[in-house]
């Protein structure tokens, strides 16, 4: 059985991951903590902020883009990382959630964005969800 959570892959000048889930809620989980770990962020305090998130999109692909992007811009707008997630609703083609999340004092790196290039999300043979995302730093 799959224990990994998501790697991060080598890229000569972006941020590429490889992510995996046992469900697309996990994977979506885990494609947000690879993000957030890959920020390096010095984080201030141990209070978890909670925000929320609404995202509709036309499938699967472009769901996990739209909600990396909007997580991207929590980030930057409220200088938070975020941990962990409470879906209320979850489909191939719309999400709303509650993100938790920390203060932090500042960002080792900084995502531009999460692109379309290369994205891949699949369930494989084993029924593990696996997606490969590529983000402009």
Same mark, same amino acid.
């Given at each position: 059985m799959q224990d990994k959570k998501f790697e991060i892959l080598h890229h000569t000048s972006d941020l590429k991951i490889r992510v995996f889930g046992k469900t697309k809620k996990d994977l979506f989980l885990n494609a947000m903590k690879?993000?957030?770990?890959?920020?390096?962020?010095?984080?201030?305090?141990?209070?978890?902020?909670?925000?929320?998130?609404?995202?509709k999109? *036309?499938? $699967? +692909?472009?769901?996990?883009?739209?909600?990396?992007?909007? &997580? *991207?811009? $929590? +980030?930057?707008?409220?200088?938070?990382?975020?941990?962990? &997630?409470?879906?209320?609703k979850f489909s191939d083609t719309n999400l709303e959630a509650e993100i938790f999340g920390k203060k932090v004092k500042r960002f080792g790196l900084i995502i531009k964005g999460v692109t379309y290039y290369d994205l891949n999300v699949h369930q494989r043979e084993d029924k593990i969800w696996e997606a490969t995302i590529l983000f402009d730093i």
């Open positions: 690879g993000m957030q770990i890959a920020l390096r962020a010095e984080v201030l305090n141990l209070k978890s902020e909670v925000r929320e998130v609404k995202i999109s *036309n499938d $699967l +692909n472009l769901l996990l883009v739209d909600f990396l992007s909007e &997580i *991207n811009y $929590l +980030n930057e707008i409220n200088k938070e990382v975020y941990q962990n &997630i409470k879906f209320t």
